[in-house]
């Protein structure tokens, strides 16, 4: 790793304000079984490899999801349409809803490895954790997708751009 000591870097509000500028798909990462569930809601899920299949979120070890990863193994990624706003509010704790109170809405199945995934989500990947990176408040979770459930109508993506959550509706939706 380069390291640059005499380098402060730019300051965490002025890098926050303009990661807001950046568009992201947003997802529901989901961990845990029934009765002993959470998740929460990441722009961070991105494509490492596609042989093998693996994904890379990163999760906010602050976030009262964490201990359930490490515990489990498993989670998935459920990417949210452009109807899904109200259960991403919810896992984002909006409401104060935690744990499996977060499940109350949509219909959840449990995939491959246990981790629950929305049936009705754009895209749903049921992962098992094969490695942990720890940079400063977060973690970097690799997983490898061992299970894949894609909508086949399409109801549109939802994005979160300038701070606030926006649909995406393509010609079929609209």
Do not use: K
């Not at 890098?15 to 990462?29: D, K, L, T």
């Not at 954790?129 to 109508?153: N, W, Y």
Request: hydrophobic share 40%; charged share 20%; glycine share 10%.
């Amino acid at each position: 790793m380069v390291q640059h000591p005499d380098e402060t870097g730019a300051g965490s509000e002025e890098f926050r304000s303009a990661m807001r500028h950046f568009a992201g798909n947003v997802s529901v990462i989901t961990v845990g079984t029934p009765g002993n569930r959470s998740g929460l809601v990441a722009t961070s899920a991105v494509s490492l490899s596609v042989d093998p299949p693996l994904i890379i979120v990163c999760i906010n070890r602050d976030s009262s999801s964490w201990p359930l990863f490490a515990r489990f193994g498993h989670f998935a990624v459920n990417a949210l349409t452009a109807s899904h706003q109200e259960i991403a509010d919810r896992f984002a704790g909006r409401g104060g809803h935690r744990g499996e109170a977060r499940f109350e809405l949509g219909q959840w199945l449990q995939g491959q490895t246990g981790a629950p995934l929305l049936d009705d989500a754009a895209v749903a990947l049921d992962c098992r954790l094969e490695e942990c990176i720890d940079r400063a408040t977060h973690s970097i979770l690799i997983g490898r997708v061992m299970q894949v459930r894609v909508r086949e109508e399409d109801a549109g993506g939802l994005v979160y751009w300038r701070g606030t959550y926006r649909p995406l509706l393509s010609e079929n939706t609209g």
